[in-house]
């Protein structure tokens, strides 16, 4: 009998938004690096991202399942990267259409999976495995106050509902966020709409499994991790992070710096003075409008701070839509001073580089916890998602960043937004507070730290698993 047939096997179910399915792929790393095996089920078009991860562990198996598709979505979209954020819900309601044929498959295989580990916005999942007599855990591709906030909103939406401003009175230190500023899943969210009612479902589902598992570390959500650990009445709630940190095949593959590649950004951060350079990217997703992007050239421009600028390349129907490319002459003006990347950049290279001090960032989760890794201070612009929430965790409670303009459709005025950059950048204080992070971080996945204790402990809970029947 060969190991993949007795070893304790688990199956993993990646949602297909870059956000999400990389650092999903770390975690699978870790287990596979303790024995475990593993088969990911994606839909055809996601199985190219696996590769990096195959190519180091060719035991794994894949479960390749079609697209079942959905109504509002165009044909052969698989993947949030090809609509946008509108993407999600639809593509979690297409994909719960592979409750059957998973459960099919569950019931062929020789040695059947322990447990199935899913990313958070597939909550069916947890029905499912409840249907198998198998642990559902859950991967939360984000930090534990958003979870937080998520439960507290879903069990209280009709008295939240009608309001404009909502004070969290029941989780620790109170955070209160204008309606605008929660979840977009809750802006978007239509009561009686079937593709709606499941995701919310979902994430109610999400608080019944039997683990969650986190990318963030204690040092950052304590109070968060520890509240989690109260309302769903277990210790199973597990902060692995950062997972970047940890290493992993996610993070192999996407460093195809377009417009004069990353020897050009690189020679020119060599000349540069430790941390004097800025960093100013937005995510994988978020386009700046026209007003945005030369409110945001020209604050850049009288800052008198070197910078790094990350701007998509636009297509011709986005242009005509008001979306904003780098205005023409913008590089001849700030020459030997700021550089534009056209396209995609290298950013955890270039946060990692020594060079790089700050980072003007949309609050993404893993850019949060990349500049966490970087030691690198964060100058948030939160826009919409989850960002704000974990603005508010980064500069309000844990006060080791800094706000520099809010909202998805703000203008800043580019005299005050300059300002705030020189004066970030030349803050000796809040540096000192990035770097204190970054070393807490890296105590985490050290021996003895907590992210590697619960990655310890989530391995000890699956290959027990192995050993005792589950109800
Ligand atoms: N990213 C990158 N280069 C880019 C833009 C984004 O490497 O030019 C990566 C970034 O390092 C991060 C991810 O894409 O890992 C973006 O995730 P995040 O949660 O920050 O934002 P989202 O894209 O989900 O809004």
Redesign the pocket.
């Known amino acids: 009998m060969s190991s993949s047939e007795h070893g304790v096997h688990v199956l993993i179910f990646p949602f297909p938004?870059?956000?999400?399915i990389?650092p999903l792929l770390d975690f699978s790393h870790q287990l596979l690096l303790h024995g475990i095996i593993i088969t990911i089920l994606v839909t055809p078009k996601n199985l190219p991202i696996l590769d990096p991860l195959l190519s180091i562990h060719p035991s794994v198996k894949t479960l390749v399942f079609s697209f079942p598709g959905h109504p509002s979505l165009p044909f052969g979209v698989e993947n949030v990267k090809d609509v946008g954020n509108s993407g999600n819900a639809p593509i979690i309601a297409g994909l719960s259409k592979l409750y059957g044929p998973i459960l099919e498959w569950f019931k062929a295989q020789p040695n059947p999976p322990v447990a199935i580990v899913y990313d958070f916005f597939l909550g069916w999942t947890q029905d499912l495995a409840q249907e198998l007599g198998v642990p559902g855990i859950v991967f939360y591709?984000s930090g534990a106050l958003l979870v937080s906030i998520m439960g507290d909103i879903w069990r209280n939406f009709g008295a939240y509902k009608g309001l404009g401003f909502v004070e969290f009175n029941g989780l620790p230190k109170s955070p209160r966020f204008v309606r605008e500023h929660l979840p977009s899943v809750f802006q978007k969210f239509k009561e009686g709409d079937p593709t709606w009612e499941m995701v919310r479902n979902g994430f109610i589902a999400n608080g019944k499994s039997f683990g969650s598992v986190f990318n963030t570390f204690e040092a950052l959500e304590s109070e968060y991790l520890g509240f989690l650990k109260k309302e769903m009445g277990h210790e199973r709630v597990y902060s692995i992070g950062p997972i970047?940190l940890v290493g992993g095949p996610g993070r192999i593959g996407?460093?195809n710096v377009d417009d004069g590649g990353n020897e050009r950004v690189f020679t020119w951060l060599a000349e540069c003075d430790d941390g004097s350079v800025l960093y100013v990217?937005?995510?994988?997703?978020?386009l700046l409008t026209k007003a945005q992007m030369e409110a945001l050239t020209i604050g850049l421009e009288k800052s008198g701070v070197k910078f790094i600028l990350?701007a998509?390349q636009l297509s011709a129907q986005q242009e005509e839509q008001g979306y904003g490319s780098v205005p023409k002459e913008f590089e001849e003006r700030v020459l030997g001073r700021g550089l534009v990347?056209k396209?995609?950049?290298?950013?955890?290279e270039i946060?990692g580089h020594r060079a790089v001090g700050g980072f003007l960032?949309?609050?993404?989760?893993?850019?949060?916890l990349?500049a966490i890794v970087a030691g690198v201070l964060i100058l948030g612009w939160p826009m919409e998602?989850d960002?704000f929430i974990n603005a508010w965790l980064l500069v309000e409670n844990m006060k080791t960043s800094v706000r520099v303009c809010e909202g998805p459709n703000s203008v800043p005025d580019p005299i005050e937004l300059g300002r705030r950059i020189s004066e970030a950048m030349s803050n000796d204080l809040f540096k000192g507070k990035a770097k204190k992070l970054r070393d807490e971080a890296l105590e985490a996945v050290k021996i003895g730290g907590s992210s590697k204790r619960d990655l310890d402990l989530i391995v000890r809970e699956l290959t027990q698993l192995k050993s005792r029947k589950f109800i």
């Open positions: 938004a870059q956000g999400h990389l591709t970047n996407k460093s990217a937005f995510g994988s997703q978020k990350v998509k990347i396209g995609w950049a290298s950013q955890v946060l960032s949309h609050c993404g989760w893993n850019s949060a990349e998602a960002q």
